[in-house]
């Protein structure tokens, strides 16, 4: 299962030959800030004690929660981009933070240490598939949807540790927003959607996210009706991306562990498997009128 995202990610490099799976002990060490986000929280810290301004001070000139300003100075929370400005108008319009905020590393801060190099990769991936059969993919997730993921979570995290990894997956579905044109697939089975997590109006407002986010053309949702027989995929979730350069990486992930797989033949393999299912399960249209579907039985 997902702990920053339903996706985690491998030690081994994009160019390592062959895959491996993560370390416990690197899987456990879980989230923690990114360089770039320290630096930042350390800058607003700074400026807010020179000021003589208390984090509940500054929290109410910028109008956001003591708890925000605290997360964002410890450099747990990517501030978007209405604190920055507030912010610098609150501590002296120094220009700093300005400065700062643009060297921030975005998609760090919550994602465990596993998960963080495909998560970069596919920030510069030109197409990117995803088959999942456990829960909705991250980068479909509705905010309750996640949070309840995370609150589920074994071990349990703290409200601060849920509130970073939430910002997160929140902030990586930015990625499908801003690139219009690079291809998104994604294969999910129904019953991961007509699994309950909320009530009903929750249910709806998952299923009305993932109709939106997978409307624009560049987007691309099948889903393998319950009918279906046994398929290609059934070793389990798959992620596959293609670089820039035209080189395929392929990324799975089972119980706290995962590989990012660079072996040419093995990503062949997966690759087959995915276009396979591709044609056994419904095709888009189809795949919108069933979602569609189970909302109006809700």
Same mark, same amino acid.
């Given at each position: 299962m997902d702990v920053v995202g339903v996706e985690g990610e491998a030690a081994a490099g994009a160019g390592s030959a062959g895959a491996r799976a993560v370390p416990a002990g690197e899987w456990e060490r879980g989230p923690h800030p990114s360089d770039s986000l320290r630096t930042f929280g350390a800058v607003v810290q700074g400026l807010r004690e020179h000021a003589g301004l208390s984090r509940a001070d500054l929290?109410?000139? =910028?109008?956001?929660?003591?708890? $925000?300003?605290e997360s964002v100075e410890l450099g747990r929370r990517m501030p978007d981009e209405a604190f920055v400005e507030r912010a610098e108008e609150a501590l002296g319009n120094t220009g700093a933070l300005r400065k700062a905020a643009r060297h921030l590393t975005r998609g760090?801060? *919550?994602? @465990?240490?596993?998960?963080?190099?495909?998560?970069r990769l596919e920030r510069e991936a030109v197409s990117l598939c995803t088959y999942e059969c456990r829960l909705v993919p991250g980068l479909l997730q509705s905010e309750a949807y996640a949070r309840a993921v995370f609150e589920g979570t074994i071990p349990l995290r703290t409200d601060d540790e849920l509130e970073v990894q939430l910002a997160a997956r929140m902030?990586?579905?930015v990625m499908m927003r801003e690139r219009p044109t690079v291809p998104f697939s994604f294969i #999910?089975?129904?019953? =991961?959607?007509?699994?309950?997590? *909320?009530?009903?109006?929750?249910?709806?407002?998952? =299923?009305?996210? #993932?109709?939106?986010? $997978?409307?624009?053309? !560049? =987007?691309?949702?099948? #889903?393998?009706?319950?009918?279906?027989?046994?398929? @290609? %995929?059934l070793d389990g979730p798959l992620q596959i991306l293609e670089t820039f350069e035209g080189r395929r990486l392929a990324y799975s992930e089972g119980q706290k562990n995962g590989r990012l797989i660079?072996?040419?033949?093995?990503? $062949? #393999?997966? %690759?087959?498997?995915?276009? $396979?299912?591709?044609?056994?399960?419904? !095709?888009?249209t189809e795949s919108r009128d069933l979602l569609e579907r189970l909302r109006g039985e809700l």
């Open positions: 929290a109410a000139r =910028v109008q956001y929660s003591k708890h $925000t300003v760090e801060a *919550g994602l @465990a240490a596993w998960f963080r190099r495909w998560a902030e990586r579905q #999910v089975e129904e019953h =991961v959607f007509r699994r309950r997590f *909320g009530d009903a109006e929750e249910m709806r407002v998952l =299923v009305d996210h #993932v109709l939106e986010l $997978t409307a624009p053309r !560049n =987007v691309t949702l099948q #889903v393998v009706p319950l009918e279906a027989r046994l398929h @290609a %995929c660079s072996d040419s033949k093995e990503v $062949t #393999v997966l %690759c087959q498997r995915y276009d $396979t299912l591709r044609s056994q399960a419904l !095709n888009p």
